[in-house]
């Protein structure tokens, strides 16, 4: 199986309640390793960029100003079968609804505030990590 890069972001809720260490150990462990890794403020034209297929929801201002709220950490990870894994590891949008010992499940609150978004296809994987890195800061080793 070919090797997938899939961008992760941590949300304000895992950056502020300082879960960012626990939810990287848990992604290393699964065998993902590290291409990129930043911290930004997720600014307006990003935010709607990145958050089209929502942006016509009722709840996207909600999700806006969460998202708002602290800086966010962007991850580019690697591993075969990524995509697919992350989103194993994660559980369901909804923490709610997440079986304990996924990410959600054990660290989420709800819908919106879920820790982390993560790539949720191949394609979407490709476009998303080109949206938070440039060439030079992915690296191969
Ligand atoms: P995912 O992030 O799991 O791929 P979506 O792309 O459907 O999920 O939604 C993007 C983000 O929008 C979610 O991670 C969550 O933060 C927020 N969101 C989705 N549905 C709702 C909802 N019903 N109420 C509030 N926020 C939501």
Redesign the pocket.
Known sequence: MALETTLILFKPDAVSKKLVGQVLSRFEAAGLAIRGIKMLRFGDTLLHEH?A??ASKP?FP??RNFMQRTPVIALALEAENAVARVRDLLGP?DSTKAAKGTIRGDLGVD??V?VC??S?SKETAATEVKRFFTAEELFSY
């Open positions: 958050y297929h929502i709840f909600e999700v949008t819908v919106m879920n978004h993560a949720d």
